[in-house]
């Protein structure tokens, strides 16, 4: 560290551009047999991605789908979660996974989370479990994964399955395991941002069981195995072939990018390492994460991530309000306080840039202005 201040113009929270160059010739290929076969809706393109993701994975199936937030309710509708039923998931995750279980009618069952990596906390879930769960969802946050060893047990003694929203994990691993392979079935994302992204919404879910992958395609497929014979009220959920063709280019290059980014968060962590009042983010024993955030913990924290974004650093939040204090669940009743540790985080954490195409000068930069954000008036 020079104590230099080195500025780039700017250091975005995620880079898409540089992505998009590196795959542009590929894509622009692709899309151009697409519109030759005029094969818009399935066709070649996604049937070789959801073959190559459940290679890359481990898997059996994936059935490519429209958005992530379907591949959760679709994975929880063919694992068997009905209406009524209760659905165990941290209250720290982005709003999606706790809609897509409302969405089958099921109940949203929130938790507190560890204080070390902010994952859902087995103990806390298995004192939630009641004869109504159907279902726990571990939210493989910011590129780690979570204990689902320690859930599997708890699942077990009461009936449910594992459903896993692996959409910020994407070539995650626990003990040499996948996350997205470690439940009964997964919902993932590939919105633009993800390790994984396409360009445009599309998700996907992930299973090793024959009967939930089937269902799974009739239901995202208005119910319907063949033509005009619906055996279910479904939805229409289908991965677009062009964001398809997208994905294929991206998933060659993903373990790559992932290592990128492994080296990133390790200059992060040199870099950052003697901050005081910095809380640095650390790998769970077991797991190899894939830094999809770089997310730190700070005293302070607006302020901050206020001088970090006038000095053209695009730091932000993920996510600023737990689940059970955003207006849309104010219905399950619980009040501030109830879930203590993702309260305290959610005033805390913030995310830093992290790409993998960023560069050691960036990452220098980002430091830098954090170092000079953290100093006293007087300091400054």
């Given at each position: 560290?020079?104590?230099?201040?080195?500025?780039?113009?700017?250091?975005p929270l995620v880079?898409?551009?540089?992505?998009?160059?590196?795959?542009?010739?590929?894509?622009?290929?692709?899309?151009?047999?697409?519109?030759?076969?005029?094969?818009?809706?399935?066709?070649?393109?996604?049937?070789?991605?959801?073959?190559?993701?459940?290679?890359?994975?481990?898997?059996?199936?994936?059935?490519?789908?429209?958005?992530?937030?379907?591949?959760?309710?679709?994975?929880?509708?063919?694992?068997?979660?009905?209406?009524?039923?209760?659905?165990?998931?941290?209250?720290?995750?982005?709003?999606?996974?706790?809609?897509?279980?409302?969405?089958?009618?099921?109940?949203?069952?929130?938790?507190?989370?560890?204080?070390?990596?902010?994952?859902?906390?087995?103990?806390?879930?298995?004192?939630?479990?009641?004869?109504?769960?159907?279902?726990?969802?571990?939210?493989?946050?910011?590129?780690?994964?979570?204990?689902?060893?320690?859930?599997?047990?708890?699942?077990?003694?009461?009936?449910?399955?594992?459903?896993?929203?692996?959409?910020?994990?994407?070539?995650?691993?626990?003990?040499?395991?996948?996350?997205?392979?470690?439940?009964?079935?997964?919902?993932?994302?590939?919105?633009?941002?993800?390790?994984?992204?396409?360009?445009?919404?599309?998700?996907?879910?992930?299973?090793?069981?024959?009967?939930?992958?089937?269902?799974?395609?009739?239901?995202?497929?208005?119910?319907?195995?063949?033509?005009?014979?619906?055996?279910?009220?479904?939805?229409?959920?289908?991965?677009?072939?062009?964001?398809?063709?997208?994905?294929?280019?991206?998933?060659?290059?993903?373990?790559?990018?992932?290592?990128?980014?492994?080296?990133?968060?390790?200059?992060?962590?040199?870099?950052?390492?003697?901050?005081?009042?910095?809380?640095?983010?650390?790998?769970?024993?077991?797991?190899?994460?894939?830094?999809?955030?770089?997310?730190?913990?700070?005293?302070?924290?607006?302020?901050?991530?206020?001088?970090?974004?006038?000095?053209?650093?695009?730091?932000?939040?993920?996510?600023?309000?737990?689940?059970?204090?955003s207006p849309a669940?104010?219905?399950?009743?619980?009040?501030?306080?109830?879930?203590?540790?993702?309260?305290?985080?959610?005033?805390?954490?913030?995310?830093?840039?992290?790409?993998?195409?960023?560069?050691?000068?960036?990452?220098?930069?980002?430091?830098?202005?954090?170092?000079?954000?953290?100093?006293?008036?007087?300091?400054?």
């Amino acid at each position: 560290m020079t104590g230099v201040l080195h500025s780039p113009v700017s250091v975005p929270l995620v880079d898409l551009g540089a992505q998009h160059e590196e795959v542009a010739h590929e894509v622009e290929i692709g899309l151009k047999e697409v519109f030759a076969q005029t094969s818009f809706i399935g066709g070649a393109a996604v049937t070789e991605f959801e073959q190559a993701y459940s290679r890359f994975l481990g898997a059996r199936h994936c059935i490519g789908v429209a958005n992530g937030t379907d591949a959760l309710e679709l994975a929880l509708r063919a694992a068997g979660v009905k209406s009524g039923g209760e659905v165990i998931l941290p209250a720290n995750t982005f709003i999606a996974t706790a809609e897509a279980v409302s969405r089958i009618g099921a109940l949203p069952v929130l938790v507190d989370v560890d204080s070390e990596h902010l994952l859902i906390d087995p103990d806390r879930v298995a004192e939630a479990v009641s004869p109504r769960t159907q279902a726990i969802i571990p939210v493989h946050l910011f590129g780690q994964t979570a204990f689902v060893e320690r859930l599997a047990p708890i699942a077990a003694a009461c009936g449910a399955v594992i459903v896993e929203d692996a959409a910020q994990s994407q070539g995650a691993t626990r003990f040499g395991r996948f996350a997205g392979a470690l439940g009964l079935a997964a919902g993932t994302s590939f919105y633009p941002g993800k390790n994984l992204g396409a360009a445009g919404d599309a998700g996907a879910v992930v299973t090793g069981d024959e009967d939930v992958a089937a269902r799974v395609r009739m239901l995202g497929a208005h119910g319907s195995e063949r033509k005009y014979q619906h055996d279910a009220v479904g939805m229409n959920s289908r991965l677009d072939t062009i964001q398809a063709v997208v994905l294929n280019a991206k998933l060659r290059r993903l373990a790559g990018w992932n290592e990128r980014r492994r080296r990133a968060a390790a200059r992060y962590q040199e870099l950052l390492a003697d901050l005081p009042g910095v809380v640095l983010p650390r790998t769970a024993p077991g797991n190899i994460d894939v830094w999809h955030l770089y997310v730190i913990r700070v005293a302070e924290r607006d302020r901050v991530l206020s001088a970090l974004n006038q000095a053209g650093i695009g730091a932000g939040i993920h996510y600023p309000v737990p689940v059970h204090l955003s207006p849309a669940y104010t219905h399950l009743g619980f009040e501030s306080g109830s879930f203590p540790v993702a309260e305290q985080a959610a005033g805390e954490i913030l995310s830093l840039p992290i790409f993998p195409h960023i560069s050691e000068a960036q990452q220098e930069y980002v430091a830098e202005r954090l170092r000079l954000s953290l100093r006293s008036p007087a300091e400054r």
